[in-house]
């Protein structure tokens, strides 16, 4: 019998994770013929650590999730540098940008998401592409144009005052760039935290040189005198037009509020928005994303969709984890691994990714002091950047804030993970203070249980580290390649070097 045909259109990181896993159940391509189409030129890559490439502390190879061979090595027909122009559900093909087609018998749509360009007058061209000395923050390839336009020195707003805007200006900020945050609502970080949280945090960015403009809109982008230019070079080619203006130009954006930022670029970092253009001209069901079952089914139950480009009820767009949850429920379906298997969601944690900053926010992060329904804590201290609230129902965790708290945000997320009920000591567990005897502390990765958590995004315990460990994986780099801790959004490494180097003193 002839191996089932899947294709998977989209070679982000939950196409590519869907890949790994699909060929993790099958290694010799057996019971599936495997195509993945990616429209981008470069082998996949991590789009979390985009913020580090940007910031200078990750070369881009670095973020590679896959070598140059992994395709040969892996059986897959891999088409890069291609993009999808038509499903047709009837014959079963897709009709793709090269002029060649590519038949299935099962389709998964890993199309990700668009960066959304918010409605600021002259922002774009006619053709609705960003303008001159503006660019979008999504790919390997905007980070290579953000570095060649924002010379150490030159002013820099960033539209969007969101996870990835700030973590784009604390990169920037870092390199030597005078940054300006526009955000259009009075705090940041709205969906993760409530507004004590995000008045703290603007204080802190505010310390490390960050100007912030919140509660105001870009109302126009005004381009400087070189910007006018219509030649827009490629990465590589120096950034002199790319980057917009030249010293003391009056390039950058007129706010709503009639002030001026000056910038030599403007970075949009304003929110996605699911790419479901080809769903949608297929006839797929679709609202503000691919809609899908627990199966991850679409509307055809020949196509499947996963990542950002898919709407589930039990999860966000925009976050690592979902989406290779999502790819290991695939790929036990699609493989025959496991027909039982459902994705029933996943609960989200957000970590701010920026140097000098720790953050954590998970659950419910707004849900009020005075909210009788829960018990809720808060403690705020803006002078040292501290800010720590804890919402419990039935004495567990059902959320937190934790920023500048690393070592009550260790604790405190793995009461979260576990689902147990917290000491009495409410206070001492928000402060990270030593808790009574047999309690999880989590302030040292070693002091962690078996089945604590290390790795949220690859879902990889501390137990599962230890025997890696065992098995012959005597280094972080070895533990990464075994387990794949470390490989999403990173924030577990210092936790995994602090496995590894506690294993290393007691082998």
């Keep these: ?20 896993e699909i060929r993790r159940r099958d290694p010799a391509g057996e019971r599936v013929a495997l195509t993945v189409v990616g429209d981008e030129p470069e082998p996949a890559y991590n789009r979390v650590l985009l913020s580090a490439v940007v910031a200078g502390t990750m070369r881009p190879e670095a973020v590679r999730l896959h070598e140059p061979d992994w395709a040969h090595r892996n059986r897959v027909d891999l088409r890069l540098g ?12 897709v009709e793709l940008t090269d002029g060649s087609t590519v038949d299935y018998d099962t389709l998964v ?5 668009r960066p959304w360009l918010p409605p600021v007058e ?14 979008p923050f999504r790919t390997l390839e905007d980070c290579a144009r953000i570095l060649d336009a924002a010379r150490v020195g030159a002013p820099v707003a960033v539209l969007g ?25 009075g705090h940041l970080m709205e969906r993760q935290l409530d507004p004590g949280a995000g008045r703290v945090l603007a204080r802190t960015l505010g310390g490390l040189g960050i100007d912030l403009r919140l509660g105001v809109t870009a109302a126009r982008y005004l381009a400087g005198p070189t910007t006018t230019s219509e030649h827009r ?7 002199a037009e790319l980057g917009g203006v030249g010293p003391g130009s009056a390039g950058g954006l007129k706010l709503d509020d009639g002030s001026h930022v000056q910038a030599d670029l403007v970075v949009v970092a304003a929110g996605v928005r699911a790419d479901t253009a080809l769903a949608e001209a297929a006839g797929l069901a679709v609202d ?8 991850l089914r679409t509307s055809d139950g020949r196509i499947f969709a996963l990542g950002d480009c898919a709407r589930h009820p039990g999860t966000v767009s925009g976050l690592v984890q979902p989406a290779w949850e999502q790819a290991e429920v695939l790929a036990d379906l699609l493989t025959g691994t496991d027909t039982a298997a459902r994705y029933r969601g996943t609960p989200v944690l957000t970590r701010l990714k920026a140097r000098d900053i720790d953050l954590a926010a998970f659950g419910e992060t707004h849900t009020e002091v005075a909210d009788e329904t829960a018990e809720v804590l808060c403690l705020t201290d803006p002078t040292r950047g501290r800010y720590a609230k804890l919402v419990l129902r039935e004495g567990r965790v059902t959320g937190a804030i934790l920023l500048g708290a690393p070592d009550a945000a260790a604790t405190v997320t793995q009461f979260y993970d576990r689902g147990t009920v917290v000491p009495e000591d409410r206070l001492g567990l928000l402060l990270g203070r030593a808790l009574p005897t047999g309690t999880p502390v989590a302030a040292s990765p070693v002091d962690l249980p078996a089945s604590a958590v290390v790795c949220r995004c690859n879902s990889v315990n501390k137990g599962r580290l230890v025997d890696a460990w065992r098995a012959g994986a005597t280094s972080v780099p070895e533990l990464a390649a075994a387990t794949r801790a470390t490989t999403g959004c990173g924030s577990c490494a210092d936790a995994v070097c602090g496995i590894a180097d506690w294993l290393a003193t007691t082998a």
């Design 122 to 135: 002259d922002l774009c061209d006619e053709a609705g592409d960003p303008a001159p000395g503006v660019v």
């Design 109 to 113: 749509l890993a199309t990700g998401a």
């Design 161 to 185: 005052g969101g996870l990835l805007g700030l973590e784009a200006a604390r990169g920037l900020a870092g390199r030597g760039n005078l940054v300006t945050v526009v955000h259009p609502v």
């Design 82 to 93: 291609v993009g999808a122009l038509r499903i047709d559900r009837e014959r079963r093909t």
């Design 233 to 239: 070079p490629s990465p590589g080619e120096g950034g």
């Design 288 to 295: 503000r994303g691919v809609l899908v079952d627990d199966a």
């Design 1 to 20: 019998m002839s191996p089932h045909r899947i294709v998977v259109l989209g070679y982000g990181m939950a196409g590519a994770r869907l890949a790994d």
